[in-house]
């Protein structure tokens, strides 16, 4: 017999096996003249334990009742998967972005994985235990940010089961998950960004100039249709459309700075589809689709290696860091965060300053002339 496989004795009255083909622990003891087995829905030896020393208090103190105990279970017991498909839903009718349910789901789906894994398929039976060697077990692959959402997600998951009576009690509730430290991030000087615009391949000229001289997220330029350009009013409109949602779920417009304009006017105008197109491919031979956010990640990555700048998100610039550029150079050419804000689409609801304040077409065009892109021999 494996030495894990023996029977381990838990107090006077209980004996744990681990049992079946998933070697889930049971607790086997006699009651009323009976010999009863009970599972402990686990294979975490820590836990079954646990609960075992629980029915041996209770079997010893006469407090145990196996009929009242199933009852109650048989009335709050929910899947956690089934109660995790409800959450999702509940967040879809709050109107929460497709891209951010999607991420929820692959988190909690990842935390049912591991629970049963654990022998913990039941709501109820989530506890402190198990959650403790979940994060032990994620901590060896996630970085301290992505631990923090992980935990903060799960929290707020068992308290919306909690708000629903699908468990009596949420064992993160008096948790509280301190947010790490943000890691210092750098943006491109003035000189990079034209150094990286004088040696860019004519295909990516344009796209990294939009990112560096308008502030876009590298998904909504590559989601910007011809219309959304309008040379005509002098503006971008980041539009958020089914399908192509905005991060914030919001549209805004961003005046076109002079240099950039100079960059915009000179491409080739085509009547409809995709502002920037890839290049033709076996599934699109006419060469109609839009870009590729992670192959623009790619190119710009091994153009900044050729130009033996630091790339990486440690201590590096990846295509994200041409927003930060962007914001950097308005901010200190003296335009009014407030204002940086709006075109970027950062929108902090629980300042007063957000709501009331309001800013004209005329004003933002103004500002955006103010701000300062200087071609390499003028810096």
């Given at each position: 017999?494996?030495?894990?496989?023996?029977?381990?004795?838990?107090?006077?009255?209980?004996?744990?096996?681990?049992?079946?083909?998933?070697?889930?622990?049971?607790?086997?003891?006699?009651?009323?003249?009976?010999?009863?087995?009970?599972?402990?829905?686990?294979?975490?030896k820590k836990?079954?334990?646990?609960?075992?020393?629980?029915?041996?208090?209770?079997?010893?103190?006469?407090t145990?009742?196996?009929?009242?105990?199933?009852?109650?279970?048989?009335?709050?017991?929910?899947?956690?998967?089934?109660?995790?498909?409800?959450f999702?839903?509940?967040?879809?009718?709050?109107?929460?972005?497709?891209?951010?349910?999607?991420?929820?789901?692959g988190?909690?789906?990842?935390?049912a994985?591991?629970?049963?894994?654990?022998?913990?398929?039941?709501?109820?039976?989530?506890?402190?235990?198990?959650?403790?060697?979940?994060?032990?077990?994620?901590?060896?692959?996630?970085?301290?940010?992505?631990?923090?959402?992980?935990?903060s997600?799960?929290k707020?998951?068992?308290?919306?089961?909690?708000?629903?009576?699908?468990?009596?009690?949420?064992?993160?509730?008096?948790?509280?998950?301190?947010?790490?430290?943000?890691?210092?991030?750098?943006?491109?000087?003035?000189?990079?960004?034209?150094?990286?615009?004088?040696?860019?391949?004519?295909?990516?000229?344009?796209q990294?100039?939009?990112?560096?001289?308008?502030?876009?997220?590298?998904g909504?330029?590559?989601?910007?249709?011809?219309?959304?350009?309008?040379?005509?009013?002098?503006?971008?409109?980041?539009?958020?459309?089914?399908?192509?949602?905005?991060?914030?779920?919001?549209?805004?417009?961003?005046?076109?700075?002079?240099?950039?304009?100079?960059?915009?006017?000179?491409?080739?105008?085509?009547?409809?589809?995709?502002?920037?197109?890839?290049?033709?491919?076996?599934?699109?031979?006419?060469?109609d689709?839009?870009?590729?956010?992670r192959?623009?990640?790619?190119?710009?990555?091994?153009?900044?290696?050729?130009?033996?700048?630091?790339?990486?998100?440690?201590?590096?610039?990846?295509?994200?860091?041409?927003?930060?550029?962007?914001?950097?150079?308005?901010?200190?050419?003296?335009?009014?965060?407030?204002?940086?804000?709006?075109?970027?689409?950062?929108?902090?609801?629980?300042?007063?300053?957000?709501?009331?304040?309001?800013?004209?077409?005329?004003?933002?065009?103004?500002?955006?002339?103010?701000?300062?892109?200087?071609?390499?021999?003028?810096?």
């Amino acid at each position: 017999m494996n030495e894990k496989d023996k029977p381990i004795r838990v107090g006077l009255h209980v004996t744990l096996r681990r049992r079946g083909k998933k070697k889930i622990y049971q607790a086997e003891f006699h009651h009323n003249d009976r010999h009863r087995r009970k599972t402990m829905e686990t294979r975490n030896k820590k836990v079954a334990m646990k609960k075992a020393i629980e029915i041996d208090h209770q079997l010893s103190n006469g407090t145990y009742d196996s009929s009242q105990r199933e009852t109650q279970r048989s009335k709050t017991t929910m899947k956690t998967r089934e109660a995790i498909k409800k959450f999702l839903n509940f967040l879809r009718t709050e109107g929460r972005r497709h891209k951010t349910v999607r991420r929820y789901d692959g988190i909690l789906d990842t935390f049912a994985t591991f629970a049963e894994g654990q022998g913990v398929f039941d709501l109820d039976r989530i506890d402190m235990t198990l959650i403790d060697e979940y994060r032990a077990h994620r901590a060896k692959s996630l970085k301290p940010k992505s631990m923090h959402n992980e935990a903060s997600l799960i929290k707020s998951f068992l308290a919306w089961c909690k708000e629903r009576d699908y468990i009596e009690k949420n064992p993160l509730e008096k948790r509280k998950f301190t947010p790490p430290k943000p890691d210092e991030k750098h943006a491109p000087a003035m000189p990079q960004v034209n150094k990286i615009l004088a040696h860019a391949s004519e295909l990516r000229f344009a796209q990294y100039a939009l990112l560096a001289f308008c502030g876009a997220r590298s998904g909504e330029e590559q989601h910007l249709r011809i219309e959304d350009v309008a040379l005509d009013g002098n503006w971008i409109h980041i539009r958020s459309r089914p399908g192509f949602e905005t991060k914030s779920g919001e549209e805004r417009k961003v005046p076109i700075h002079p240099r950039l304009r100079r960059i915009l006017e000179a491409l080739p105008r085509r009547r409809s589809g995709w502002f920037f197109t890839a290049l033709p491919s076996k599934r699109y031979p006419k060469g109609d689709h839009h870009i590729s956010t992670r192959r623009l990640n790619e190119d710009f990555k091994k153009l900044l290696k050729k130009l033996e700048m630091p790339v990486g998100r440690d201590g590096g610039f990846t295509i994200h860091s041409l927003r930060r550029f962007f914001r950097t150079r308005a901010v200190n050419s003296g335009v009014p965060e407030r204002v940086v804000d709006i075109w970027l689409g950062h929108r902090d609801r629980k300042s007063m300053g957000s709501v009331y304040y309001d800013l004209s077409d005329e004003e933002s065009q103004k500002f955006m002339e103010q701000v300062q892109f200087p071609e390499e021999d003028e810096e």
